[in-house]
Antibody, heavy 121, light 106 residues
Framework: EVQLVESGGGLVQPGGSLRLSCAASGFTVSSNYMSWVRQAPGKGLEWVSVIYSGGSTYYADSVKGRFTISRDNSKNTLYLQMNSLRAEDTAVYYC???????????????WGQGTLVTVSS | IQLTQSPSSLSASVGDRVTITCRASQGISSYLAWYQQKPGKAPKLLIYAASTLQSGVPSRFSGSGSGTDFTLTISSLQPEDFATYYCQQLNSYPFHFGQGTKLEIK
């Protein structure tokens, strides 16, 4: 059974850092395309970042240069390192596995339960 | 590429046929997905490649369109379908979502 479990959220001051983890089971993270999506309280979904099986990474403009997506193949875990955090980064952060047709990403078919990040002084 | 969903909210009754529209600011071929999200839960993939039903999703859900105009149709609303629906483009970065359509019980 495919499962994604996020952890690492919490309260952090503006300008601080936090690392989110997403432990996967039932599939191999390194063989899949993985993404982070966030949702501010009461707001819509915002795509944050993707990492491809080959290691290529892409980011939303709002987090570029501040966030880094990575994975640990030995732990089958996805990460999101978040630096220089701002109040507008406050959100529930979801990790998600991408569905794909050959090499084309077609959507996100498995999601974690989300972890809340609150940026406030 | 920006996505605009309409309407932003919708009231309907069980058994109604409902259509939600998603318009892209430029052509995205068929690289569009639809999701359903219930309060406090993660999104659920309903449709990918604009019109392909995800495994396990009831056949009352259908998607159509290509280029810039897309629709999600629920043929006969069931009580469990009241939720918020999002489209997402996967043609180019960033993989923006639409702003969402909240489907409420009339």
């Amino acid at each position: 059974e495919v499962q994604l479990v996020e952890s690492g959220g919490g309260l952090v001051q503006p300008g601080g850092s936090l690392r989110l983890s997403c432990a996967a089971s039932g599939f191999t993270v390194s063989s899949n395309y993985m993404s982070w999506v966030r949702q501010a309280p009461g707001k819509g979904l915002e795509w944050v970042s993707v990492i491809y099986s080959g290691g290529s990474t892409y980011y939303a403009d709002s987090v570029k240069g501040r966030f880094t997506i990575s994975r640990d193949n030995s732990k089958n875990t996805l990460y999101l390192q978040m630096n220089s955090l701002r109040a507008e980064d406050t959100a529930v952060y979801y990790c998600a596995r991408a569905a794909r047709y050959y090499d084309i990403l077609t959507g996100f078919d498995y999601w974690g339960q989300g972890t809340l990040v609150t940026v406030s002084s | 590429i920006q996505l605009t969903q309409s309407p932003s909210s919708l009231s309907a009754s069980v058994g109604d046929r409902v259509t939600i529209t998603c318009r892209a600011s430029q052509g995205i071929s068929s690289y569009l997905a639809w999701y359903q999200q219930k309060p406090g839960k993660a999104p659920k993939l309903l449709i990918y490649a604009a019109s392909t039903l995800q495994s396990g999703v009831p056949s009352r859900f259908s998607g159509s369109g290509s280029g810039t105009d897309f629709t999600l149709t629920i043929s006969s609303l069931q009580p469990e379908d009241f939720a918020t629906y999002y489209c997402q483009q996967l043609n180019s970065y960033p993989f923006h979502f639409g702003q969402g359509t909240k489907l409420e019980i009339k």
